[in-house]
């Protein structure tokens, strides 16, 4: 089965890049590249494909308006969103219109070609008509999409909440000692974990320059989540 995917991207190198990642990834073909929303509803109407590859960020349309018009014209593609914006509110949206999956720039080759990878093997497993025994099956099926659910070896779910909950307590950023302090762990484990949520793109860093030395790096989650 090949996949076929339409890029969406307004940056030619980046678009031309894409496009080149794409085709790297065994069982996946580009059925066309398009600089704009209109182009790519436009092309859509025309020549259906499995998968849209699309930046959100576009010269005409933002691209969640681009994924509400695909939805509303009953165009039958997945879409996997791009963007280097790491606004929660928007990765929100983009799931409550039916994004199957979020992708931040700038991301590696290997990086989509993980994401394309579970999409194929969540399209042969969803396809052919196979009926789910359970509630198991489904979660396994969407598992397959999502990805695994499990922390990095050595994490603990409740220090991850802990974690957050002290960050949420502190709006204007707080250091890796402090947040080490609140929670009871190594301030070298309370990094690990902030650094993990910088990753993940609910916190972000910032610098704090103060008296003689390295800047202490302070770590805030830009809006509730």
Request: hydrophobic share 45%; glycine share 12%.
């Amino acid at each position: 089965m090949t996949i076929s995917v339409l890029v969406v991207e307004d940056e030619e190198i980046t678009a031309e890049a894409n496009r080149i990642y794409v085709e790297r990834v065994p069982g996946f073909e580009v059925a066309g590249v398009v600089r704009s929303g209109g182009e790519a509803l436009r092309f859509l109407r025309g020549r259906p494909v499995d998968l849209v590859l699309l930046d959100l960020y576009l010269p005409d349309l933002h691209g969640l308006e681009v994924c509400r018009a695909i939805r509303a014209g009953g165009l039958m593609c997945d879409v996997i969103a791009v963007t280097s914006a790491r606004d929660l509110a928007m990765v929100r949206s983009a799931v409550s219109l039916g994004i199957s999956q979020y992708l931040l720039k700038p991301f590696t080759y290997a990086t989509l070609a993980e994401k394309l990878t579970r999409y194929a093997r969540f399209k042969q497993e969803a396809g052919g008509g196979a009926t789910a025994v359970g509630q198991g099956d489904v979660d396994r099926v969407l598992g397959t999409l999502r990805g695994s659910s499990e922390l990095p070896k050595g994490m603990a779910r409740d220090t991850l909440d802990s974690v957050v909950a002290r960050l949420r307590e502190h709006p204007g950023g707080a250091g890796a000692q402090a947040v080490a302090d609140a929670v009871g762990v190594s301030r070298v484990t309370a990094r690990r974990y902030l650094e993990y949520l910088v990753e993940l793109g609910v916190a972000v860093r910032i610098p704090q320059y103060g008296g003689v030395g390295r800047p202490e790096l302070l770590y805030r989650i830009p809006m509730e989540s």
